[in-house]
């Protein structure tokens, strides 16, 4: 890494880190460390949460951005009712094919399981949740309710308002202003090898590069590895080096990053806008299963 590129880093990292820090009396909120990431505790989500517990949960979400919630012995109705807390439970395109059974087949629920036989395992790369929708999933919920016996299977996740604070001025002042495409097909048929059934098609939709948060107003990158296709306003050659450099510019940076360890009766709680994450395969052979409930808001990222 360049001296330059290190010193964006400390810069993008003095401005995040000096951001006024929200105050809790409801509940409890620790950080798990400088980039993203918080444990809140001093709340029960089998029980419904109070007005004032939400209030201090949405200024959790938005300066932390992934929020882990210990001990929750829910279920999944008591799951989805936090999660509606934070906008219209969304319907994966993909969630009958996922359920193994008819009485499974809850369409506001994705889930899986991945085991010795699987060829492949949700999230094992870099990516925001569906974001090919053209209102994509701002908030996802996940519980896993199989833990694999050996350990392993952590969620890694990447700030990326400190992935486009820390490119340099110019690199900014070239992405500001453009669009990307974001394809079902290279995220579910390109990637996992699922097909559309006859008639559907995966969805596909124009997205702003860079996109400006709602709540806080700060910027963050917008494009993903395992659904941006290509960037509308350059030829695909000059996409798809500009593409690459974004997607590695993510990936490397473990300063950007977290991991979180994964607990029995744990529910994850992340902004599938500002965040980028990876669902850790490390291990095989054994099972790690997983419910995931999102919410979106009526719109997606804007410029």
């Known amino acids: ?22 105050f809790y009396r409801h509940i409890e909120v620790t950080p798990i460390s400088p980039a993203l990431g918080a444990e809140v505790s001093g709340i029960d989500l089998r029980q419904d949460v109070t007005p004032e517990q939400l209030a201090e949960i949405r200024a959790a979400i938005a300066d932390n951005l992934v929020l882990v919630f210990r001990n929750q012995e829910i279920d ?6 936090f999660a509606r807390h934070f906008g219209t439970l969304h319907r994966h395109l993909l969630g009958a094919d996922k359920a193994w059974n ?7 629920v994705l889930a899986w399981r991945t085991g010795k036989s699987s060829r492949f395992t949700a999230g094992d790369a870099w990516h925001n949740d569906v974001s090919c929708d053209a209102e994509p999933i701002w908030g996802s919920f996940l519980r896993v309710t199989r833990l694999p016996e050996i350990g392993g299977g952590d969620t890694a996740f ?6 486009y604070e820390s490119l340099s001025d110019p690199i900014k002042a070239l992405l500001d202003g453009l669009t990307a495409v974001h394809d079902g097909q290279e995220g579910w048929s390109n990637g996992y090898g699922s097909k559309p059934e006859a008639g559907q098609e995966f969805p596909a939709t124009e997205h702003p590069v860079v ?7 700060r910027k963050f990158l917008f494009v993903n590895a395992a659904f941006t296709s290509h960037i509308v306003q350059l030829t695909r050659a000059e996409s798809d080096a500009l593409l690459q450099l974004l997607f590695r510019h993510v990936e490397k940076h473990l300063s950007f990053q977290t991991r979180i360890h994964w607990q029995p009766n744990t529910l994850l709680f992340w902004d ?24 979106f808001i009526g719109h997606g990222p804007q410029k």
Do not use: C, I
């Open 211 to 217: 996109a400006r948060h709602p709540v806080t107003g």
């Open 102 to 108: 008819a009485a499974e087949r809850d369409p506001e």
């Open 272 to 295: 599938n806008w500002a965040t980028q994450h990876h669902a850790v395969w490390d291990y095989y052979p054994f099972e790690r299963w997983g419910e995931r409930v999102s919410a």
């Open 76 to 81: 999944g109705e008591q799951h989805k009712r």
């Open 1 to 22: 890494m360049s001296f330059y590129q290190d010193y964006n880093d400390k810069l993008a990292f003095e401005q995040w880190n000096s951001r006024p820090r929200p």
């Open 158 to 163: 990447a700030n990326l308002h400190l992935a």
